[in-house]
């Protein structure tokens, strides 16, 4: 049953992405994460960034138990991280990233993506602004 209706819930949201329902039509939702990706800076020096990795991971672990990092993760096949921020302003996750060892010592640097609640959701009967 469960996976039946989170393959209804994917269909919804898809089809209501589709023609017609692009979420460009539909008002902007606020930021309430930012997804941020960190990779190397080309041509680091891989030992260079490893002798700074003890310094970088107690500031990440510190971001985290402050609670400015909520999820962290490896990236798959290369070297780099993907953090979840508590944060809403890139400018300020911007510079608490660059404050941490490897940004100081100019070796990664971060993209970072806003996120905000599923756009698409708000066509659901009873869900645009407004509606009772």
């Given at each position: 049953m469960k996976k039946s209706v989170t393959f209804s819930f994917i269909?919804?949201?898809?089809?209501?992405?589709?023609?017609?329902?692009?979420?460009?039509?539909?008002?902007?939702?606020?930021?309430?994460?930012?997804?941020?990706?960190?990779?190397?800076?080309?041509?680091?020096?891989?030992?260079?960034a490893r002798a700074i990795l003890p310094a970088e991971v107690r500031e990440t672990v510190k971001l985290?138990?402050?609670?400015?990092?909520?999820q962290w993760y490896s990236l798959q096949g290369r070297p780099g991280v993907a953090?979840?921020?508590?944060?809403?302003?890139p400018a300020a996750a911007h510079e608490m990233l660059e404050k941490l060892p490897l940004g100081q010592a100019h070796l990664m640097s971060f993209e970072l993506i806003p996120l905000?609640?599923?756009?698409?959701?708000?066509?659901?009967?009873?869900m645009a602004p407004g509606s009772p």
């Open positions: 269909a919804l949201v898809l089809s209501l992405m589709g023609a017609g329902h692009a979420q460009t039509t539909t008002p902007p939702t606020p930021t309430t994460r930012i997804l941020a990706i960190g990779t190397l800076n080309p041509g680091v020096d891989p030992v260079a985290y138990l402050d609670g400015k990092i909520e953090f979840i921020l508590n944060l809403t302003d905000a609640p599923l756009n698409p959701l708000r066509q659901l009967q009873g």
